[in-house]
């Protein structure tokens, strides 16, 4: 009677013992479980706010629709292009993404003067600060970038996330933006001919967020030289010493980074034109804005609609 009460001890030690590992396992099974759902979960939210902004952004003029006059109102992100007071989708306005980039840089970012128009972009991308957006041309060379507390030649911290969602959009774009059109100046007689004045406006953050250039076209070197002034006075003909006109020598001025932003002033500017080349022959200038730290010798490009690529990217 008693090696029978052993036994069946000892089976009922053996039967708990299989139940308590089957239990063990069936729990490390359900958190396992329970940990790639999370991850899944993770990942799927990931992927719908990149997908869901680089829709946005390529798609619409964001709200207000002229957001980058006033950052300070910005409420949503975007970067159409606008026409007849509507979205053109998948064209983009270069200098909407230039006002990103100025919001985005090192010394911008945690500035108090900029909190609201931070807090939408950071809703704008689900509440974090893990984004990227960059601009690729045809060719799948990088033209600009913007994260929050970007600098030059330097990378985001993407590298080294856990998880990198990567999605992209086929835009147009051109390199910049036309800010003054001269229309053809003819010179009829040859000789020092002065055209009348014009004006142009710079809105406030655009002196940070754009690089300005003039890009000059003529139908001959004969109808040069073409002399540009810009809030100076063309009358009487100045010296070079002490009011020098700008005269490019190739097709765009000045050929340095950062543009001929020096000369210019927020609000209403003045550009005036003259030339001196021979009898009938005409000259167009164009005064364009284009991201800050972009290439010079890539500003002719501001006058032409390419091919490119619009990337976000988010992390974890």
Request: charged share 25%; net charge negative; aromatic share 10%.
């Amino acid at each position: 009677m008693n090696e029978r009460g052993q036994i069946f001890t000892l089976d009922m030690f053996f039967a708990l013992t299989l139940t308590v590992l089957v239990v063990s396992y069936s729990g490390l099974a359900l958190e396992q479980a329970r940990r790639q759902a999370d991850a899944y979960a993770l990942r799927y939210s990931l992927e719908r706010t990149a997908n869901d902004a680089a829709d946005v952004l390529v798609k619409t003029l964001g709200w207000p629709s002229n957001w980058e006059e006033n950052t300070e109102t910005l409420e949503t992100l975007g970067f159409a292009e606008e026409n007849d007071g509507k979205a053109v989708q998948n064209i983009l306005e270069i200098a909407k993404f230039g006002q990103l980039r100025r919001l985005a840089n090192y010394d911008n970012w945690d500035a108090p003067v900029n909190a609201n128009a931070v807090k939408a972009i950071k809703e704008f991308f689900g509440g974090s600060e893990n984004f990227e957006i960059t601009i690729f041309d045809e060719n799948g060379n990088e033209m600009w970038n913007a994260w929050p507390r970007w600098k030059i030649d330097e990378r985001s911290d993407a590298e080294n996330a856990l998880e990198v969602v990567v999605v992209r959009r086929s835009v147009v774009s051109r390199y910049g933006t036309v800010r003054y059109e001269s229309g053809e100046l003819l010179n009829e007689n040859g000789g020092r001919t002065v055209f009348s004045t014009d004006n142009f406006e710079i809105l406030p953050g655009e002196l940070e967020a754009l690089d300005w250039y003039i890009i000059l076209l003529t139908n001959r070197k004969a109808g040069l030289p073409v002399e540009i002034y810009i809030n100076k006075d063309p009358n009487p003909p100045p010296t070079h010493k002490f009011n020098p006109p700008y005269q490019p020598e190739g097709d765009f001025w000045p050929e340095e980074h950062g543009g001929m932003d020096e000369y210019l002033h927020v609000g209403t500017n003045i550009i005036t034109a003259v030339s001196e080349g021979m009898k009938a022959t005409w000259a167009m200038i164009y005064l364009v804005a284009v991201p800050a730290c972009s290439l010079p010798e890539n500003v002719r490009l501001a006058l032409t609609s390419l091919p490119a690529t619009l990337e976000v990217k988010l992390w974890r």
